[in-house]
């Protein structure tokens, strides 16, 4: 197949990129290499590597007329939502319009297209008391970021129920793992973890550490993305991917230390206003498809830290 990652130089996509091509596809990558890195992915041709900006419209429905992609993984966004709070007109146009480009280049130029999957976020659950989030709840997005994340899940969704484009968008939860930056702001806050306890400095936990998450391991996210791919039953849905399992900021601090074998302190300062406080998903509508993660958060420690460290020692 002729697969296309857009985003494909980041955390996620770069993973992605990865499974596809040891499963033998062709893989092409869109990336403007904004908070991506070129490095993240030594394997992909330079002529399969195409550095440029989502936002131009005319070159993405050029590149799609040209290679016909079997399959589309759009992942390319403003990830943070600081960024879009900052900046809501510019990261509109990453987020939304170029999604909408995305979808209507298939619809003009590729209809034979197999699928399109879309990285929305939990983040649309907003603060949402009812848990587990489920997609069958109503979501409450808060910040530019959620917004925008629904907006284009739902042109995504009705891109299938309107013009028989095959499209799936899923939610991600807390995603960690290898090629994670720990500059990004709070969904890298395990690799900030991870930073301090290397570095040997505090951690600075906001509240008090009993806020919970639903950290998901990125090889069950690239498992759910797979599996979605190949499903009929997919087609036009949205799906929440995460464990279901929630875990507390403090269990992980902990558990990190351990597998680190590292002591540090930490410091307490007051939560940051608009913070959610809990949140994990229900993951029954992907399990029905036939996901089950892999990675318990012991698990996916476990497999980050000694990722990681082999990339440390040059292994
Ligand atoms: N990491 C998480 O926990 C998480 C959670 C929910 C949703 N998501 C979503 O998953 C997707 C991937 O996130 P990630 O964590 O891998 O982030 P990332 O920043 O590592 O990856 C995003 C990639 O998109 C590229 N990009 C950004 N703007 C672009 C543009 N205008 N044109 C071309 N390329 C552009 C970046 O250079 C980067 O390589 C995003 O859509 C994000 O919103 C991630």
């Known amino acids: 197949m002729n697969v296309l990652v857009t985003g494909g130089a980041g955390f996620i996509g770069s993973h992605v ?52 992609f079997d399959l589309i993984i759009h992942l390319a966004a403003v990830v943070s939502v600081v960024d879009t709070i900052n900046n809501p007109v510019d990261s509109n146009e990453v987020n939304i319009t170029a999604t909408l480009n995305l979808l209507e280049s298939n619809r003009l130029y590729n209809n034979n297209i197999k699928r399109i999957i879309f990285a929305s976020s939990a983040a649309v659950y907003g603060n949402n008391t009812q848990l587990p989030n489920s997609i069958m709840k109503l979501v409450n997005p808060i910040s530019p970021y959620a917004i925008q994340k629904y907006a284009g899940e739902q042109y995504v969704k009705q891109y299938s129920n309107l013009y028989d484009i ?49 950290f998901v391991y990125v090889k069950d996210v690239v498992q759910a993305i797979s599996l979605v791919a190949d499903s009929d039953n997919a ?70 830290i000694n990722e990681s460290t082999k990339k440390e020692i040059g292994v």
């Open 17 to 68: 990129v990865e499974h596809y091509l040891n499963h033998g596809h062709e893989v092409f990558v869109i990336d403007n290499l904004s908070t991506g890195n070129r490095e993240n992915i030594p394997f992909v041709k330079a002529e399969n590597f195409f550095e440029e900006d989502i936002c131009d419209l005319d070159l993405v429905g050029n590149i799609i007329k040209e290679y016909q």
């Open 166 to 214: 095959p499209t799936t968008a899923l939610r991600f939860f807390n995603v960690y793992g290898p090629r994670q930056d720990p500059k990004s702001a709070y969904s890298g806050v395990l690799s900030i973890m991870q930073s301090s306890y290397l570095d040997e400095k505090p951690f600075t936990f906001f509240g008090d550490g009993t806020q919970t998450r639903d």
């Open 235 to 304: 087609i036009g849905h949205v799906f929440n991917v995460g464990t279901g399992k929630p875990s507390s900021l403090m269990e992980v601090f902990e558990f990190l230390g351990n597998v680190l074998e590292k002591d540090i302190s930490t410091n307490f300062v007051n939560e940051r206003e608009g913070d959610i406080k809990h949140s994990y998903a229900d993951i029954q509508e992907l399990s029905n498809l036939g996901y089950f993660p892999k990675y318990s958060i012991e698990e996916g420690l476990y497999s980050y």
